[in-house]
């Protein structure tokens, strides 16, 4: 009786310590506690923000440049400063030569002096050279060609294999074409690019309110662009992204998403490309036997000291065809414990430990 009294013992208290690991869902907590967090159009309004500042700097540029005033040549690229230019005159090679753009935008030649060719096609500073050959040369046979693209530059740093300063060789240059000539993305890069343009007034969004207003702050700056909608897939064209001369891109490198919980393995991981919350899980060893697959929580940071929560039925995802979820640095993953299952996976573990040999499985996703 004695024994049997000190195993009954040994079990409340095991059972009481046990029960210090529940993991409570946030619906059951105090209104007070609930009230720290935004809700679901907070969760996603960044994301929307930076969808719609993307949208509209690809329309304003495209729009640009169907706008522009067509050139005289095939090719649309502004000469800047300090593009070199090589200028050859046939019959005349004291006129052939390579020339740097002043800083006032200036070239000298013999005979010419100095000649402006700053914001001018190859074809029109090709028209200019020979309009003011005109005066000393008979029917001038003129060739000019850009030799070093050096004015129009763009920025490329963080997690690529060529950072640095790369010029626009012609209008048309898109951000895929440019991650291309750096080499691509390390492994360990972000799955985001982000993009700081060079005028932000042209991408600037009002926030429509109180809630979007929260991500105002994080979102003014850089443009958050996913990779794999730069590269398409089977059913997705790529997207192409124009650049301008000015822009700033940022390959930053993968953040830590945090699980907590009922999971196996619950902490910190790599936030790898393009992970969802399904992925993330799978990371963690999958669900504990004592998870609510029906209240899985995402907490997010949504800026101005604000955070931000959605709850999650897994079942819908993996069974029934739902979205996942596709989670951001700084993510929180979190899984309640679901009461009756919980009692009995302590249960089931205390008797183990007990008797010395498995009665169940206590680790097995439902």
């Known amino acids: ?49 930076q969808k719609e500042r993307l949208t509209k700097l690809i329309t304003d540029r495209s729009q640009e440049r169907l706008t522009a005033t067509p050139s ?21 090679p004291e006129m052939n030569r390579k020339i740097r753009i ?3 935008g200036l070239i000298s030649l013999p005979l010419l002096g100095n000649i402006k060719l700053l914001g001018l096609t190859e074809a029109e500073a090709q028209a200019e050279i020979t309009k003011n050959l005109n005066k000393f040369m008979h029917n001038p046979q003129v060739q000019l060609f850009i030799a070093e693209y050096s004015a129009h530059k763009v920025w490329l740093v963080g997690e690529i294999y060529k950072p640095g300063a790369y010029p626009l060789s012609r209008e048309n ?32 969004a009002q926030p429509q309110n109180n809630l979007i207003a929260l991500n105002e702050s ?15 897939n089977t059913t997705n064209a790529p997207l192409q992204v124009p650049l301008k001369a000015g822009d700033t891109i940022i390959i930053p490198e993968a953040g830590k998403v945090q699980l907590d919980g009922e999971i196996s393995a619950p902490g910190s991981y790599e936030l790898p490309s393009k992970m969802t919350l399904m992925g993330a899980i799978a990371s ?60 009995t996976n302590q249960t089931i573990s205390v008797l183990n430990g007990i008797l010395g040999r498995g009665i169940a499985p206590v680790n097995t996703v439902r």
């Open 1 to 49: 009786m004695m024994k049997l009294s000190k195993y009954l013992l040994c079990i409340v208290i095991l059972l009481s310590t046990a029960c210090l690991r529940f993991t409570p869902s946030r619906e059951s907590l105090s209104d007070d506690t609930k009230a720290k967090y935004e809700g679901e159009e907070a969760f996603y309004s960044f994301d929307k923000i």
């Open 72 to 92: 005289s040549g095939p090719s649309t690229y502004k000469i800047g400063v300090e593009d070199v230019v090589e200028v050859s005159v046939f019959d005349a």
């Open 102 to 104: 002043r800083p006032d």
């Open 173 to 204: 240059y898109s951000l895929i074409e440019l991650l291309s000539e750096a080499g691509g993305r390390k492994e360990n890069a972000s799955g985001l690019v982000v993009l700081i343009p060079a005028t932000n007034n042209e991408i600037s």
């Open 218 to 232: 994080k979102s003014k700056y850089g443009i958050e662009i996913p990779y794999e909608s730069l590269i398409g």
């Open 284 to 343: 963690a060893g999958g669900l504990t036997y004592a998870a609510d697959i029906e209240s899985i929580e995402v907490i997010r940071e949504v800026g101005s000291g604000q955070k931000a929560l959605i709850t999650i039925d897994l079942e819908k995802i993996a069974i029934k065809d739902g979205t996942d979820i596709r989670l951001r640095d700084g993510d929180l993953v979190r899984v309640p414990s679901d009461r009756s299952r919980f009692f």
